[in-house]
C-alpha cells in the first residue's frame, strides 16, 4: 500500500521500458461481449488474449479460475487458443459483485499472470456490516477525550527539506494524557498569506513519511501524517525492525477489547491532525482529507468525525465492510474475518464501530472516490459498498484494469479536483 505518487512514478516507468523491449510477451483479459459493467441476471464471457511482439501466439495452453471477488474458484481449466485468443464462459451473478476471470501462462520457466473482473450492477452494492445505534455518540466521547489534554504542538524547520518556495518542517503534537504524540511532514508555502490545507494520511506499514510539497508550491498548507507515534527521523532499520516486530499485526492489536482497538488512538490522532492545522496563523480554515487504503479509511473517518473537513478524497479506502466474509463475499483489508475463529459476536459488533462504512454513513461533505476492479487487497466489493453509501456530494473514478494503485489519468483528475476545490473554497 504505497503513496500514489511513487506508484504513479513506476508506473510511467514500465511503460517506457516496456516500450524499448522487443519479443515481449503480453497476457491480457477483457469481456468477450459487452463491457467491463453488466446488470445481475447477464451472462459473462472472458477473452484471454496472448501474444507475442503484439502477434497472437496459436497453440497455446493457458490455465484460467472463474471466481468471484476474492472467493475461492467456482470453476477452474484450461484453454489452447487458437490465434492467441480464447473464450471462457464466466456465467452469472444474481446479486451485485464482482466476477473475476485470472488467467496464467508458463513459457521457458517465466510465469505471466492476467486478471479480468466484470461488476455485476456494482451501483447496488449495500455493505454487509451493521450500523451500530450508537456509532456516533461513541466517536464523539472518544474526540473529547482525546482533546483533554493540550496539543502541546512543536514545529522543528527542516533546513535541508526546503525549497525556494516551501518550508518544510516536522511536527508533532499530544494526544493523550500519557505523552503519547503524532508526528507528521508539514509543507507550507513561504510567502505570506492565508491558504488552504490538506492532511495526507498514511497506507499501511511502518515507515518515514515525506511532506507534501508539490502540493504546497500550489499554495496549500500540506501535512503528510504518521500514525503510530514514531518520529519521522529515525533510522529506516529502526522501522523495519518495529514494522516487522512489536507492529507486524498492528491492525489486530487488541480487537476483542472495543475500547483499546489500535485504531482507536490512530483515529484520534488522526482527527486531531485538524486540529493542529487550525492553529496556524496561516490556515484560511478550509481543510480537506486524502489517502488511500489506510489513508483512503482514515481521510473518510477524519471527513465524518471533524466538523471543520470540507473535501474528502479517498483511494481503494481499507477497513471496509470488513464483516463481507461473514455474510458470504469478499470483506476489507485486513482480512480479519476471512479467519472463520475470528466471526464471534464480539468481533463483529467492535469492529463495526471501526469499518469505513460506517464512517461513510455520516460523510456530509463533497468528495473524490477512486479505486479498480483488480484490487486484490481492497476488494471493489468492499471499496463499491463504501461509495454507494456516501449521501454527499461525489465523483468516482474507477478503472477496471488498475489493482491496489492509482493510474495516471486517476491520480491527475484527483489531484485537479483537490486542488481546485481548495482554491476556491473560502
Not at 81 to 86: D, I, S, T
Not at 392 to 411: D, R, V
Amino acid at each position: 500500500m504505497k503513496r500514489i505518487t511513487c506508484l504513479s512514478f513506476i508506473i510511467i516507468s514500465l511503460c517506457c521500458f516496456a516500450a524499448r523491449v522487443t519479443d515481449v510477451i503480453d497476457l491480457r483479459i477483457a469481456p468477450a461481449k459487452g463491457g467491463w459493467v453488466t446488470s445481475t441476471g447477464s451472462e459473462a464471457e472472458f477473452k484471454i488474449m496472448l501474444t507475442e511482439s503484439n502477434i497472437g501466439i496459436d497453440g497455446a495452453e493457458v490455465q484460467y479460475e472463474i471466481s468471484e471477488d476474492l472467493m475461492q474458484p467456482r470453476k477452474t481449466g484450461s484453454v489452447k487458443l487458437k490465434n492467441g485468443e480464447a473464450t471462457v464462459k464466466g456465467g452469472t451473478m444474481k446479486v451485485p459483485g464482482f466476477l473475476r476471470c485470472k488467467a496464467v501462462y508458463k513459457n521457458d520457466g517465466k510465469t505471466y499472470t492476467a486478471l479480468g473482473t466484470i461488476g455485476f450492477s456494482p451501483e447496488k452494492l449495500k455493505p454487509t456490516t451493521q450500523y451500530p445505534s450508537d456509532f456516533m455518540e461513541f466517536w464523539q466521547k472518544n474526540i473529547e477525550q482525546a482533546r483533554k489534554p493540550a496539543l502541546n504542538s512543536d514545529m522543528t524547520l527542516l533546513p535541508d527539506k526546503c525549497t525556494k518556495t516551501v518550508d518544510v518542517y516536522q511536527v508533532s503534537y499530544s494526544v493523550s494524557n500519557s505523552g503519547k504524540r503524532f508526528y507528521g511532514m508539514l509543507a507550507m508555502p513561504k510567502a505570506p498569506g492565508k491558504y488552504p490545507a490538506m492532511i495526507q494520511y498514511p497506507g499501511a506499514g511502518v515507515y518515514a513519511i515525506d511532506a507534501p510539497v508539490s502540493y504546497a508550491e500550489q499554495g496549500i498548507i500540506a501535512m503528510a501524517l504518521g500514525i503510530h507515534a514514531i518520529p519521522n527521523n529515525l533510522d529506516s532499520s529502526l522501522y523495519n525492525a518495529i514494522g516487522n516486530g512489536i507492529l507486524s499485526d498492528y491492525p489486530s492489536i487488541n480487537m476483542d477489547r472495543l475500547n483499546d482497538y489500535y485504531y482507536q488512538q490512530v483515529i484520534r490522532g488522526a482527527v486531531r491532525a485538524v486540529d493542529f492545522i487550525e492553529t496556524l496563523p496561516e490556515f484560511n480554515g478550509c481543510v480537506a482529507t486524502y489517502g488511500g487504503s489506510q489513508g483512503g479509511y482514515l481521510s473518510i473517518a477524519v471527513a465524518a468525525l471533524h466538523p471543520s473537513v470540507k473535501f474528502v478524497v479517498a483511494n481503494f479506502p481499507a477497513m471496509s465492510d470488513l464483516a463481507g466474509y461473514a455474510n458470504g463475499r469478499a470483506g476489507g483489508w485486513p482480512h480479519i474475518f476471512k479467519n472463520k475463529d475470528n466471526c464471534t459476536s464480539v468481533l463483529l459488533k467492535n469492529l463495526s464501530y471501526y469499518d469505513t462504512v460506517n464512517f461513510a454513513r455520516n460523510i456530509s461533505v463533497p468528495g473524490f472516490y477512486a479505486f479498480g476492479f483488480n484490487d486484490l487487497t481492497c476488494a471493489p466489493t468492499t471499496t463499491y459498498s463504501v461509495y454507494n453509501t456516501v449521501t454527499a456530494p461525489k465523483t468516482l473514478y474507477t478503472t477496471p484494469l488498475s489493482g491496489h494503485f492509482l493510474l495516471t489519468e486517476q491520480a491527475d483528475a484527483e489531484r485537479k479536483a483537490l486542488i481546485d476545490f481548495l482554491k476556491s473554497c473560502n
